[in-house]
């Protein structure tokens, strides 16, 4: 198969959902970003890598950095994590603090904003340094030793994140915050802002395709590790939209607001996609078109 051919069809097939959707304005610096850029990268689990659009531009990945800090907390600590964050579809807004409340500080999963400041919590007790620790993870995924925060998209969410830290702080409450909250904060609007491009993540996004391996050649965690993760992302990982994600293209992903998501189909490659413009959900408009029409053309979904 002609992988860039392939990639190049699927950008002109969903053209026509290009700039629509809104960009997320509720982190002012991610309003300014052009809403009809559109990138779309693929990286096999052999090492190959292809790419077309702007698939090559740096973009603030956001909440797609909760698969990295889940990977390094599941590798550190296995199924204890499952004590402090369940594994359900939360149903509600990714941001909820009703949903928090009714279950007693325990986030229904590992990608809403509590399950990742929890994520974030555990990562500065098994590393010192949570934000270094998802950086780093992610640099020697993507083979990009270039890959770094955004400072100043980091000081934007820390100016606006009153929600995330009465999450915390909540969570805290409930004695699910262990380290101080004003700590796990900082380290949590950090690992936000990294800013990795689509041929970035795809690479990074090969251990959860080769079932756990890292690019070095390292087992992370085990083949049934792996397919939980995979399970996770499918029924959790696109906010409250992920029955739809999961009807229309029939992969375990995870998407940010910043207009990215990252797709695994286990055994063959990851995918990963970028426009900025997103739906009421969240979730990129001409993302969720590319990899639907992606999968409709070749075929390969978990399904």
């Known amino acids: 198969m002609d992988y860039r051919d392939l990639l190049r069809r699927v950008l002109e097939d ?18 300014s970003v052009d809403p009809r850029k559109l990138g779309l990268a693929l990286a096999t689990v052999d090492g190959e890598t292809f790419g077309v659009g702007d698939c090559d531009e740096p973009f603030s990945i956001q909440s797609i950095s909760k698969v990295f800090g889940l990977a390094l907390v599941l590798a550190g600590d296995g199924d204890r994590l499952w004590e402090r964050v369940g594994r359900e579809p939360s149903g509600n807004a990714f941001n909820s603090l009703i949903q928090l409340e009714l279950e007693k500080g325990i986030p229904r999963n590992p990608f809403l904003n509590a399950g990742a400041l929890v994520l974030t919590d555990r990562l500065l007790s098994l590393h010192g340094d949570s934000r270094a620790a998802v950086r780093d993870f992610l640099r020697a995924e993507a083979e990009n030793p270039a890959i770094d925060f955004d400072a100043a998209v980091a000081a934007s969410e820390a100016a606006h994140g009153h929600r995330n830290a ?85 992969l375990p992903g995870k998407s940010g607001v910043g207009g990215g998501i990252l797709a695994i189909i286990p055994g063959r490659c990851a995918l990963a996609v970028w426009s900025p413009g997103l739906d009421a959900k969240g979730n990129s408009v001409a993302g969720v078109a590319a990899l639907d029409r992606f999968t409709t053309l070749t075929g390969w979904s978990i399904f």
Request: some cysteine; charged content about 20%.
């Open 166 to 250: 009465a999450l915390a702080h909540f969570m805290a409450s409930c004695g699910n915050v262990l380290n101080p909250v004003e700590t796990v904060l900082e380290h949590y609007f950090w690992q936000c802002s990294l800013a990795a491009s689509c041929t970035d993540l795809a690479r990074a996004g090969r251990f959860l395709a080769r079932h756990g391996v890292r690019a070095n050649g390292e087992r992370l965690f085990s083949r049934s590790e792996a397919k939980r993760m995979n399970a996770v992302m499918l029924t959790c990982g696109t906010y409250d939209a992920a029955g739809e994600f999961a009807y229309r293209v029939g």
């Open 14 to 31: 969903v053209e026509s959902t290009r700039g629509t959707g809104r960009v997320a304005d509720y982190i002012p610096l991610l309003a």
